[in-house]
């Protein structure tokens, strides 16, 4: 199994990228709460999308590794694509609902005796934290495959 990330460039891409996005989502509350907090290393939600770095990062690391035309890039660029509009629509639709169901519990809790268990509403993103993904994704890619030598 060690092999398998050590020897695969674009695995190891794809694990960087979604590293360095969850790192930058760590580094973003730390400096707005002078606290760490090592649950954003595997939270939903926020800026970037580690999903959409993570799909980006594989994408762009087949598409140099097998060329652009080949049928394995087209699957890895079809389920990034899923995965981000995924990211900014149906988690985000999701995330929006379950705020608004908290504060319907919220309004229900002040008047009755209920048990008070919210739920998650940091589910999805916005476009521009999708699109701060895709750029971090790609990036780690190209960068990655820079420093190894197998740029085309």
């Not at 990062?57 to 060329?67: M, Q």
């Not at 981000?84 to 629509?89: P, V, W």
């Amino acid at each position: 199994m060690n092999t398998v990330f050590a020897g695969n460039v674009s695995v190891l891409s794809a694990l960087l990228a979604w590293t360095l996005a969850q790192s930058i989502k760590m580094a973003t509350i730390y400096r707005k709460s002078k606290r760490l907090d090592f649950s954003a290393l595997v939270s939903t939600g926020g800026m970037p999308s580690a999903h959409s770095a993570m799909v980006c990062a594989l994408a762009t690391s087949v598409g140099l590794r097998e060329g652009m035309n080949s049928s394995l890039f087209a699957l890895t660029l079809a389920f990034a694509l899923v995965v981000m509009f995924d990211a900014q629509s149906v988690r985000r639709a999701a995330g929006q609902q379950a705020r608004t169901l908290n504060r319907i519990v919220d309004e229900l809790f002040q008047h009755h005796h209920l048990s008070h268990q919210k739920l998650a509403e940091l589910l999805g993103h916005t476009r521009m934290e999708v699109f701060a993904g895709f750029l971090t994704g790609v990036g780690m890619a190209l960068l990655l495959h820079s420093c190894t030598g197998s740029l085309s």
